[in-house]
């Protein structure tokens, strides 16, 4: 792979009850464990935070194949449900649901667009066969 950018980050602190910083400055945050996890809540988390990446990635993928697919995507949206919980088989997993608004595309030309979509995401690439990734077009 060739690799055009990198992104550094650095936690400190109790992991997910510390704070999570950017080498560039543009991420300083505190870390909290949700209270449905028992923890005490009242900052974001690691689920949180890729979710947003996951969503803002996922839409760009969208964008760039419709662009070349010449696809209408005003008004489009993507949303990013990520779960955290036990495995069976031990340790702890994720899972993600992506819902796709597509309003100017009619369902069948959707679908298609978000298929392409999951093909080319790094982060749909990165998850394939680790993570189970729901697609849904709303």
Known sequence: MKVLYTA??????EGRNGHATSDDGLIDLDL?????MGGPGGATNPEQLFA?????????????????DKL????????ATVGIG??????????????VHLPALDHEAAEALVAKAHT??????ATRG???VLLRVV
């Open 8 to 13: 550094v980050a650095h936690a400190t602190g």
């Open 32 to 36: 909290r464990i949700p209270k449905e």
């Open 52 to 68: 947003a990446g996951y969503a803002a990635c996922f839409h760009s993928a969208l964008k760039f194949i419709a662009a070349s």
């Open 72 to 79: 209408d995507t005003s008004g489009s949206e993507v949303s």
């Open 86 to 99: 036990l495995l069976d088989a031990g340790g702890m997993g994720l899972e993600v649901e992506l819902d």
């Open 120 to 125: 080319v995401c790094p982060y749909s690439n």
């Open 130 to 132: 680790n993570v189970d």
